[in-house]
């Protein structure tokens, strides 16, 4: 890529940010809502190690990423080229990533080593895993987990039904620390549709808050309904087609 399509890029995705930070404010302004309440986590799975440069110098220090030999390639390729990205070791030093894929077993070493919260805790028997290895390692691990209220087959998560005994092993575990949920919805081109789990999820958020200290964070929308996701109280926005498109 040129130099000249380069900067363009580079200018691309940072306009598109302060778009998407312009949007949130606004709508948060409008809910009545104090914008640093939001965090917005920009999805970077798929794209390239350019465009996380950007935003690492635009100060952006956390994205999501959903496999650990990405995160790996990327890395390496933004130590590769510190000068050509304008990088230094000390700004990646401080970067982080959260964990949004699907949990495998013989994967979870290296999501526990790599990724500072993971956001898709989505059974009893992963959140044992995860403590065990937590414990190998000598670390104690943030995680979120995950909802899936309309009970989707295509999507792994809790259910109401299942929620309760998930929550109740959480207090039995001494080397996991759990900030909160993530909502995955179906898609639907009427996001209305979804409302009632944003409802839910929120309502599910609002009860847990109370019974545990940890809890601080509420994972709700994505590019195409992250608006609707913070009138019902999202505190973290998980965006990326409308930043790297």
């Known amino acids: 890529m040129s130099n000249d399509n380069m900067k363009s890029r580079e200018q691309s995705v940072i306009d598109n940010y302060k778009r998407v930070l312009s949007d949130v404010a606004n709508e948060l302004i409008s809910l009545g809502i104090n914008n640093e309440t939001v965090s ?3 999805i970077s799975k798929g794209v390239t190690s ?71 805790v989505d059974s009893k028997r992963y959140l044992l895993e995860i403590d065990k290895v937590s414990s190998i390692e000598g670390i104690n691990q943030d995680i979120l987990l995950q909802l899936n209220l309309a009970k989707e087959g295509s999507k792994a998560g809790l259910s109401e039904d299942t929620l309760d005994d998930v929550l109740e092993e959480v207090y039995r575990l001494n080397n996991i620390t759990l900030k909160g949920f993530m909502l995955v919805t179906p898609y639907e081109e009427d996001i209305y549709k979804n409302e009632i789990y944003f409802k839910t999820s929120k309502e599910i958020y609002d009860k847990n808050i109370h019974i545990f200290k940890s809890i601080d964070t ?28």
């Open 40 to 42: 917005i986590l920009p």
């Open 218 to 245: 509420l994972s709700m929308g994505m590019s195409n309904d992250y608006k609707l996701a913070l009138r019902y109280g999202s505190n973290l926005l998980r965006l990326g087609t409308v930043i790297f498109s």
């Open 50 to 120: 350019g465009d996380i440069a950007t935003l690492i110098n635009y100060g952006i220090k956390v994205f999501g990423e959903s496999r650990v030999q990405e995160i790996d390639q990327k890395l390496s390729e933004l130590n590769s080229n510190l000068a050509e990205l304008n990088l230094t070791e000390d700004s990646l030093r401080d970067i982080q990533f959260h964990f949004i894929g699907r949990l495998q077993s013989n994967k979870l070493k290296k999501i526990v080593d790599r990724f500072s919260l993971i956001h898709s």
